[in-house]
């Protein structure tokens, strides 16, 4: 047997890291930081405590980057977004997004809700998460300024908090939370219909 190559050390080491990320992240979601122990964690991942450790310096640090690797998922989606010209279309890829992400990703809704109501207990989160908002929101602020809002960072923050509330529904809910009322909803206030033909 050949040894391995450092292409194949590297592409190990890049599923052992993705592994733990993974199994964290999961874990984290569903039983919430402070219940969640490093020994789960390594359970879950198949890998060796030593190797965890080797990657990330404490749980805080691996909490962290499970953050960061959830939140780098919507700067693909930004760069689109971005890349839209008509203001109503921007706002149509919100509300799609949005109720996309309400019905696919409650694992993530999950983990986000819970460290935002601990979230002094992580100040680097805090930043991360205060930094996102403060790079969408003017964005999002834009487009109701392009559609003749009087109050568009008002009506930007108002759609924001309402998807967090339906959020927090959907995890209390589950699938009875009404999403087709929802859309339709958005829809009609916002005007939406005739881009969906």
Do not use: C, W
Request: net charge negative; hydrophobic share 40%; glycine share 4%.
């Amino acid at each position: 047997m050949s040894p391995r190559s450092s292409s194949q050390f590297e592409e190990m080491r890049q599923n052992s890291r993705k592994a733990i990320l993974d199994a964290a992240f999961e874990l984290f979601s569903k039983n919430g930081f402070h219940s969640t122990s490093i020994e789960q964690i390594r359970k879950k991942a198949g890998v060796s405590k030593g190797l965890i450790y080797n990657y990330f310096q404490t749980k805080e640090e691996l909490m962290k980057r499970v953050v960061e690797t959830q939140m780098s998922q919507g700067e693909e989606i930004m760069a689109a977004f971005m890349e839209l010209k008509d203001p109503k279309k921007k706002l149509k890829m919100i509300v799609d997004l949005s109720l996309d992400y309400l019905i696919n990703r409650s694992d993530h809704i999950q983990l986000l809700i819970g460290l935002s109501i601990q979230i002094h207990d992580f100040p680097e989160l805090d930043e991360i998460i205060k930094a996102r908002y403060q790079l969408y929101m003017p964005a999002f602020s834009a487009v109701f300024k392009e559609l003749g809002y009087k109050q568009p960072e008002f009506e930007a923050h108002f759609l924001a908090a309402y998807f967090d509330g339906l959020g927090l529904q959907r995890i209390v809910l589950g699938d009875s939370l009404d999403i087709d009322m929802i859309q339709d909803t958005l829809y009609k206030k916002y005007d939406l219909y005739h881009l969906s033909e």
